[in-house]
């Protein structure tokens, strides 16, 4: 079973190649405007190893991912304490809850590139504002999943807790509501952590940050160079393919008493 | 004759507390001794979990007081442990660690709340699931995590909320008789909440028998039978019996 689903997952990786390879040769055969898969992986790799071809220029990959990478964790870092410290008050508290609602709701349809002029003008074009795109795309999944998993946290673990001593909402905050709600937390966090790396594309893309994979996409659209685009394009979805997986991984480990866990 | 640990002096209880509609229990008072095993016992839906739940601090009565040794009862506290139907054990947390969680509370010193957890996982058989999680393990055995954790915190009184009645009936028989071992090395004061006549016989010291909605207290049944007591023998089915009658009035 192993092998036969490695076997298709090349083949199917195989087929997508061959069918890009051809359309490209027999349709467009224009370097300028777009590059078959064996010269982007060509070009991918001399930008991952700073060939001075690149490099000169200020195409470096690896730079460019750090940068992302930057701006990446310090938005989503900030959504992270933001959302959670909300998501965990208005959680536990009504009132909160019916405060902040509104307020959630009228700016949670508003996308994050929609942000991105009051982005620039606020914080001019910095670091900061890149992680601040970032930051509004990913801080409502994970406010409102947390938020979600704090109020519905089941009854019958807070009195419980309350009958076993716990009668400090410190104490219940830290010991019950905090790990019961601890899931849809995680599920807060991975959706918001694909909005984030979508954000921190379109960010860069207006120019936000002089680095990064977004910019450099732009940048090498001006230069007539699709396979360098499609060089950082690759790059984009590596990166936030591994992400992913890394929060999973976390998941698992982090939640391992949910295995097998059946609703009641 | 032991001491009086707990007066329920003449409890009543709305179902909307505001309004004073549809009384759930009306007027109920029982004093419980110390290290008495005591049961409440009554119809399904008579208001028997509610009075538990009353003494517990988880909801509070409309009228009338109960007292622990004197003081009056007003909210949840670490004198009183309970043990639940559909037995809530934190899923999140191992065996070992639902046991430590009242200990943890208590800000006891680490070594010494592991050793007090594991005896007490020992108390209840548990032995070698220390690791396990709740999912892992039978109704049966979640109710003894369940058991351990609420006695580990060594309340004044255990509290238990029809404990049995999600488990098959041979389970319900085996833990009947874990029960009663537990409780006779641990002597503590435990009121136990079932609609079941035979549990009750089988389990209590004494009987408080409730009446149908609004609960009124119908009696005081001392159960005099000798321990490990017989469910076949003729004064087990003859006070079954009764206390029968009793409730169906």
Redesign the interface.
Known sequence: MRVKDFFIFFFSIGIFLVLWEAYYWIFISNPFVLAPPSKVIVTFIQLTLGDPKFADSGFQMLTDMAYSIYHYALGFASAILVGFSIGLIAGWSKTVEKLIYPIVELIRPIPPIAWIPIAILLLKLTHTAAAFIIFIGAVFPILLNTMYGVSSVEK??V?????????KTS?MLR??II??S?PAFFNGLRVGSGVAWMCVVAAELFGVSQFGLGYKIQLARLYHSPDVVISYMLAIGIIGLILDRIYRLAEDRL?S??????V? | MSEILLQIKNIRKWFNSQEKELMVIDGVSFDVREGEFISILGPSGCGKTTLLRII???EKQDEGEILLRGKSIT????D???V?Q?Y???????VLGNVL??L???KIPKVEALEKAKKFIKLVGLEGFENS?P??LSGGMRQRVAIA??LV?EPEIL?MDEPLSALDAQTRNVMQSELVRIWQETRKTIIYVTHNIEEAVYLADRIAVLSRRPAKLLDLVEVELERPRNRFSKEFIELRARIFNLIQG
Do not use: N
């Not at chain 1, 009195?159 to 009668?167: D, H, V, Y």
């Not at chain 2, 809530?88 to 191992?94: D, I």
């Open positions: 019958k673990y009195e419980a807790a309350l009958t076993l001593g716990a009668t104490t010991k019950v790990p019961a601890m939640l008493w949910r295995r097998g866990f059946v009641e | 517990a601090g988880l909210g949840p506290g670490q009183r442990s309970m639940f559909d809530a054990l934190f899923p999140w947390r191992t969680f009242g943890e509370i208590r999680y999912h892992e954790r609420a915190c509290l």
